[in-house]
């Protein structure tokens, strides 16, 4: 049975996407509400005092530093490997490589920065780690919208979001200067992508295969995240190496998993159809 005499208009869309996009917004604005419920927080000055302070070759808290690498290799194989694809059918849209841009390019800033950061830790290096961070997690964030909800969404807002990132980095960085230091905005940048693109991943069913790499790649983060809090906690059971190095490493091989589902991945349908809200019919 059709819904449209004429084939040109398009089909209704069912009410559960509405219902959907109202959970996002809702999750959106609850987390929102909850971050600025509570009350403005300055840096701790101890965050700078890690559990490995060892020196080696020279470098000062050298594990801290070179477990950076990761991140730059990881960086530059997506990028290079991102060029290379870009003529196969590993998108449908084309706009929705645009993210995994950013997502590598970021990761290697995040290890010129975080490295930087660890050799000199202070609230001014540490604005050099942070920005990179945010555009990370916001690309990482666009790149399932792309290709969950709307390609153009997800291009469309890859920037503007970048912006908020960066901006959420200055703001804490202006508040520390002023007296009055607020992470609520950073902090809302840092942890809000997980939660979108954990919603994303249960509600809006996927275009291509691989998605369990993904999944496995946030279960990383998640576990590094919690190695980042156990800093000085891994360092006294394991004795050579602790938290937030394994922490470096873990969030790199989640950002690896990130490229091999790109790079193994099909599409489940043929490269000429992308999802839209409304979609024509071809009855």
């Known amino acids: ?75 530059v194989v997506g990028v290079a490997g991102l060029v290379r694809r870009r003529r196969t059918p590993v998108f449908l849209d084309s706009r929705e490589s645009l993210p995994y841009f950013a997502f590598f390019a970021g990761l290697f800033l995040v290890a010129l920065g975080s490295a930087y950061y660890h050799l000199f830790p202070s609230n001014q290096s540490l604005v050099w780690d942070r ?49 009055q230091g607020d992470l609520r905005p950073y902090g809302f940048i840092r942890f809000f992508p997980m939660v979108l693109v954990s919603f994303l991943i249960l509600m809006f069913p996927t275009r291509y295969t691989g998605s369990g790499r993904l999944v496995l790649a946030l279960v990383l983060f998640a576990a590094s995240s919690l190695l980042e809090a156990l800093d000085e906690a891994v360092l006294q059971v394991a004795g050579f190496v602790s938290g937030h190095t394994l922490k470096h490493l873990l969030a790199a091989l989640s950002a690896y998993l990130i490229w091999q589902m790109l790079r ?18 071809s009855d």
């Open 131 to 179: 920005l990179p961070i945010s555009i990370v997690l916001v690309a990482f964030a666009c790149s399932q919208l792309a290709e969950r909800v709307s390609p153009k969404a997800g291009a469309f807002l890859l920037a503007p979001l970048i912006g908020l990132g960066i901006g959420s980095v200055v703001y804490w960085k202006l508040t520390e200067l002023l007296g």
């Open 1 to 75: 049975m059709k819904l449209w005499k004429n084939r040109n208009r398009p089909k209704l869309v069912p009410f559960w996407p509405d219902v959907r996009f109202l959970l996002l917004l809702g999750i959106t604005l609850v987390s929102l509400g909850l971050t600025f419920a509570l009350p403005a927080m300055p840096q701790d000055r101890g965050y700078h005092s890690f559990a490995d302070r060892r020196m080696f070759a020279g470098v000062p808290h050298s594990l801290n530093v070179l477990s950076n690498l990761p991140f730059a290799i990881v960086g």
């Open 264 to 281: 193994l991945r099909r599409p489940f349908r043929p490269p000429d159809r992308s999802p839209e809200l409304f979609a024509e019919s």
